[in-house]
Nanobody
Framework: QVQLVESGGGLVQAGGSLRLSCATS????????MGWYRQAPGKQRELVAT???????NYADSVKGRFTISKDNGANTLYLQMNSLKPDDTANYYC??????????WGKGTLVTVSS
C-alpha cells in the first residue's frame, strides 16, 4: 500500500516562506506524475503545481513566480517551495502521485496558514 506523508506546513506571516515535503513509502520512479493541490475553507480543491517524471512542471497562475515544485528521486520525496506567501495561500495542501495506468494516491494534507 502506497503512503504519502506531507510535512512542513505551519503558520507564517505574509511575505514569508515555507517548504512542504511529501515522502512516499515506495520508489518515486513508479509515478508518472506528481503534484500539489490545496483546499481552502469553503472552497474546492485546486491544483497548485505538478511535475512529470521527466521533470516538466506546471503551475497555477496564482502561484507562478512564487512557488517551485521539485522532487528528489533518491529520497523518494516531492517538495513545494513557497515564497512570498499571501493570506490567500492559506489552505490545506495535499500531495498527489499517480500513474498513467490509473493509480492515484493522496496524502492526508498539511495546513498552511498565512497571517496578514
Amino acid at each position: 500500500q502506497v503512503q504519502l506523508v506531507e510535512s512542513g506546513g505551519g503558520l507564517v506571516q505574509a511575505g514569508g516562506s515555507l517548504r512542504l515535503s511529501c515522502a512516499t513509502s515506495g520508489s518515486i520512479f513508479r509515478f508518472n506524475f506528481m503534484g500539489w493541490y490545496r483546499q481552502a475553507p469553503g472552497k474546492q480543491r485546486e491544483l497548485v503545481a505538478t511535475i512529470a517524471a521527466a521533470g516538466r512542471t506546471n503551475y497555477a497562475d496564482s502561484v507562478k513566480g512564487r512557488f517551485t515544485i521539485s522532487k528528489d528521486n533518491g529520497a523518494n520525496t516531492l517538495y513545494l517551495q513557497m515564497n512570498s506567501l499571501k493570506p490567500d495561500d492559506t489552505a490545506n495542501y495535499y500531495c498527489n502521485m499517480g500513474t498513467l495506468g490509473g493509480m492515484d494516491y493522496w496524502g492526508k494534507g498539511t495546513l498552511v496558514t498565512v497571517s496578514s
